[in-house]
């Protein structure tokens, strides 16, 4: 997260009027994130988390991520659970913005992911798909293949400012996979977002998955592809099979991948690092001036994206094509 939109102490004592949250003793901005602002409160009742709703996130969408997490909460995944008000509402409005209070969870996201890391992420991923497989709302992922275009256009012009010949690349590559993207495979509730910033671990356990903004109705095995991508490369570029081979075995310990989820990983990891490349680009660009965030690396991706057009099978990622 991050802090787009100040709120001042009045108006969050205003605010929290609303709730039986005690008294406020205190509360700060985090920095960390890119898409919302967040704020860490301290109340005589505990600590909680205040979202402000920023740009990507429409407010008609919020009542799926509040269900979302209240769903995976009584099927017993650890998510931040929306705090309702005494009248019994989840979602509100403070400083001219959608707003929500989440309970706090406990642990620490981790900056080195190791082998073990990145299995018990796999696992943590897995159960997420399957709880949330009988969760009756739907929401279309905006940012799947249909969304990468439009997105571009936004920052074609300056791409090649970030580095000569992106905008021909990226070109390139979007319309490759506009025409090979897979639709037929198992589809169901997705993070969408899952990197190592999302994922809180008590020594090498999972203990809470957080940030579900992104979360939809998608290919199950996109999610994957996107955690590939986020938990497998290293800080010099290259891709770390062994990693990869761990998360794919955490994951098949709880749901196994189909013959034609695997034979897809290549062309699902080109349309996730795309997917990062194409929103990092436009915010490279369009970050207000006095934000409290700290704006990620384009080329990370384009990196990413790079290598993964060099892969024409499953094996290359540590799993094997055929199950
Ligand atoms: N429920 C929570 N419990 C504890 N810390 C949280 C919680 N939600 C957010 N945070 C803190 O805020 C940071 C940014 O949150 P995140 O949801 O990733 O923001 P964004 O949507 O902008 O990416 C996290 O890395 C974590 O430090
Ligand atoms: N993960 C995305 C940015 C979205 O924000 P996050 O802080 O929730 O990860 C990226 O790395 O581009």
Known sequence: MAVYTDVTADELQAYLGDYDLGDLLSYKGIAEGVENSNFL?????????????????????????????????ARGLTCPQPVKTRAGTALGRLAGRPS?????LDGM??????????????GALAAMHLAGLDFSM????????????PLFETARARADEVTPGLADSIEAALTTLESGWPTELPHGVIHADLFPDNVFFLGDRVS?????????????AYDVAICLNA??????????????RALLDGYERVRPLSAPERAALPVLCRGAALRFLLTRLVDWFAV????????????????????????????????????
């Open 231 to 244: 938990w497998c490369f290293e800080a010099d570029g290259a891709y770390n099979v062994t990693k990869g």
């Open 100 to 104: 929500a209070i989440v309970t706090f």
């Open 288 to 323: 207000p001036a006095g934000a409290l965030v700290r704006r990620k690396d384009p080329l990370e991706y384009y990196r990413k994206l790079r290598f993964h057009q060099t892969i024409d099978g499953a094996r290359d990622y540590g799993i094997e094509a055929a199950c």
């Open 208 to 220: 809470g998955l957080i940030d579900f903004y992104f979360a939809c109705t998608d290919t199950l």
């Open 109 to 122: 996201w981790v900056r080195r992911p190791t082998v073990a890391h990145c299995h018990a992420l796999g």
């Open 138 to 149: 739907q929401r279309r992922n905006s940012l799947s293949v249909d969304g990468w275009r």
């Open 41 to 73: 409160l301290h109340t005589t009742r505990g600590h909680f988390i205040l979202t402000l709703y920023e740009k990507r996130v429409a407010a008609g969408d919020l009542p799926f991520f509040i269900g979302l997490m209240e769903h995976l909460a």
